[in-house]
């Protein structure tokens, strides 16, 4: 599978976990994380057999959980382990096929709260033979409002367990959230809220009225065969969408107005690199798990410095290069200064093109305040400064 060394993460984690320690990890996304757990637990359940479910790994998003499913299947693909996936957003069907599927036996599953909670309401999986609980992206499962759905699950788990929780994050209430989950837990942190160093970072001020016309002009100085535009809602990525497509880029949106089969369609079509532009909201940010993306536009600035760490997370994976790209607006430059204090660095600040209009000011504070404006960047028929 191209694993040649292991990552700071897995050289920590694994052998932990081999000694049956509880564990609570921080560890942003790309550093590797799901194999290291997945691959100290996986040799585990070859040692001895059960007609039970002995693994549960639970996961914030729809995405995240297919992802560790097939991070499993490659793993385990001559191991004769069995997982299911367990997530909502299908039909009754999909509810129906995973509850028969539970009454058939699997090692491991894989699983969203919410229907998870539907199957155990219902009877049709039985945890009692529980030896393993990994909870992965867990800040963002508590973003998401899922406390309580997690403290439910576990009080029908057996509390004789190892339980492994991994987050990008460590605010207080995963702490507590820790505390009433873990048993002498064993703490490992890498390189908390920093990104890849090997990830361009620019901006540009740009009115929202400017920015489509921006993109588009970026999107075209290049050849860029990948990239992902990150959107603050679900219906600016809708519009984004249409106006992409009325203006030929091979764009299409993923959000949760999609069905599940609608938004596994455009995920294969932007892995299998038929689709270059995938347009999205922060539900996709930690969801995406694709080799080769080149390019992260931040369309809006995030709410939160930390899903700008996770957003420009999808590219320059695996030791590549890549370009991250925000566009901030007349009213947006106080959020962008507290993702700058956190990644403690200044990130280079570019005016929009002529042909598109005047930027405006970068402002740091929400009512006045103010700040100069950066000059050169964008580079006309060329390509955005920095690219590699």
């Known amino acids: 599978m191209g694993f040649e060394k292991a990552t700071p993460i897995q050289e920590q984690a694994i052998p932990l976990i081999m000694e049956g320690k509880d564990l609570i990890a921080c560890a942003q996304t790309g550093t590797g994380k799901t194999a ?20 549960l790994i639970i996961a ?5 959980a297919q992802q560790i499913d097939q991070q499993v299947e490659g793993f385990a693909y001559f191991l ?3 997982s299911i996936p367990v997530f909502g957003g299908g039909d009754g069907a999909a509810f129906e096929q995973q509850r028969r599927a539970f009454e058939t036996g699997a090692d491991l599953v894989i699983a969203t709260p919410g229907r998870l909670i539907s199957h155990l309401i219902s009877g049709s999986i039985d945890m009692s033979g529980l030896e393993y609980l990994i909870l992965d992206e867990a800040d963002r499962m508590l973003d998401m409002g899922f406390n309580e759905d997690i403290i439910r699950i576990i009080q029908k788990l057996p509390e004789t367990r190892q339980t492994l929780l991994f987050s990008a994050t460590m605010p207080p209430r995963i702490r507590d959230l820790s505390s009433k989950i873990l048993k002498n837990p064993v703490e490992i942190s890498i390189a908390i809220s920093k990104p890849a160093a090997n990830i361009v970072q620019q901006a540009y001020l740009a009115y929202d009225t400017q920015k489509t016309a921006l993109l588009q002009k970026i999107l075209s100085s ?5 990239a992902i535009i990150f959107t603050s809602t679900k219906d600016k990525a809708k519009s984004l969408e249409k106006e992409m497509i009325k203006s030929k880029f091979e764009a299409r949106g993923i959000h ?14 932007f892995r299998n690199k038929q689709l270059k532009f995938l347009i999205g909201t922060d539900i996709v940010s930690r969801g995406i798990d694709v080799d080769g993306i080149e390019l992260v536009v931040n369309y809006d600035v995030p ?5 700008y760490i996770h957003r420009i997370g999808r590219t320059a994976r695996a030791e590549r290069n890549g370009i991250a790209i925000t566009f901030i607006s007349d009213k947006d430059g106080h959020k962008f200064k507290k993702i700058e204090d956190l990644i403690e660095k200044e990130i280079p600040k570019f005016n929009v093109p002529p042909s598109i209009g005047e930027s405006p000011e970068y402002k740091t504070k929400p009512m006045g305040g103010g700040g100069g404006r950066g000059r050169g960047g964008f580079k006309g028929k060329g390509k955005p400064s920095g690219r590699r």
């Open 36 to 55: 290291a757990y997945l691959l100290p637990v996986l040799n585990r359940l070859t040692e001895n057999e059960s007609n039970k479910v002995r693994a």
């Open 60 to 64: 914030p998003t729809r995405e995240l």
């Open 80 to 82: 004769g382990v069995s």
């Open 222 to 226: 290049s050849d860029f065969q990948s």
């Open 256 to 269: 949760s107005d999609l069905e599940q089969n609608q938004r596994d369609e455009v995920m294969l079509a």
């Open 303 to 307: 709410p939160d410095p930390e899903d």
